[in-house]
Antibody, heavy 119, light 106 residues
Framework: QVQLLQSGAEAKQPGASVKVSCKTSGYTFSDYFIHWVRQAPGQGLEWVGRINPKNGGTMYADKFHGRVTMTTDASLATAWMDMSRLTSDDTAFYFC????????????WGQGTMVAVSS | IVMTQSPATLAVSPGEKATLSCRAGLSVSGSVAWYQQKPGQSPRLLIHSASTRATGVPARFSGSGSGTDFTLTINSLLSEDSAVYYCQQYNNWPLTFGGGTKVEIK
């Protein structure tokens, strides 16, 4: 069965960087885009960006441009999201999600990784 | 594109029907998905392409709409349907979500 397994919770100080991993299984990794979505505590969902595992092509939401980097390793069927210059506003659960082949609806999600930014 | 969901909270009795609304600031054609999220869980895809149920989703969940106005209907509500429901548009970048509708069971 399809699974997306994310790395564990992180506690960071303001100004630091965090790298979250998303290990996938149960499907052909390079055939589907991986997206990252975040959710601040008690808040709604916010799209961060996506990566094409086939060629590494990325698209990021404007507000994260210059601060986020998404990468993949097809041999490990794993994706990473690296976010730098963290502030308290970045405190959130970060989810990776796989999209459908012909649309950007997300049919499978990781369990989420809590990133807490505090001094 | 701003996605506006209403109402913010909806209280429905078991067995009744819940109707959730999602309005897009601009036309998004039929590129809308609906998700269910229960406390402490990841979102679950219910509907994509405005009206296509995802694999394994019960038939009591249905979606409709196109352009700017979309509806998620939950027929014969069960206690397990208590959750927050989000709509999402994927017609334009960046992908955007509505603020959510919390469905409570009376």
């Amino acid at each position: 069965q399809v699974q997306l397994l994310q790395s564990g919770a992180e506690a960071k100080q303001p100004g630091a960087s965090v790298k979250v991993s998303c290990k996938t299984s149960g499907y052909t990794f390079s055939d589907y885009f991986i997206h990252w979505v975040r959710q601040a505590p008690g808040q709604g969902l916010e799209w961060v960006g996506r990566i094409n595992p086939k060629n590494g092509g990325t698209m990021y939401a404007d507000k994260f441009h210059g601060r986020v980097t998404m990468t993949t390793d097809a041999s490990l069927a794993t994706a990473w999201m690296d976010m730098s210059r963290l502030t308290s506003d970045d405190t959130a659960f970060y989810f990776c999600a796989k999209d459908l082949r012909d649309s950007e609806a997300f049919d499978m999600w990781g369990q989420g990784t809590m990133v807490a930014v505090s001094s | 594109i701003v996605m506006t969901q209403s109402p913010a909270t909806l209280a429905v009795s078991p067995g009744e029907k819940a109707t959730l609304s999602c309005r897009a600031g601009l036309s998004v054609s039929g590129s809308v998905a609906w998700y269910q999220q229960k406390p402490g869980q990841s979102p679950r895809l219910l509907i994509h392409s405005a009206s296509t149920r995802a694999t394994g989703v019960p038939a009591r969940f249905s979606g409709s709409g196109s352009g700017t106005d979309f509806t998620l209907t939950i027929n014969s509500l069960l206690s397990e349907d208590s959750a927050v429901y989000y709509c999402q548009q994927y017609n334009n970048w960046p992908l955007t979500f509505g603020g959510g509708t919390k469905v409570e069971i009376k």
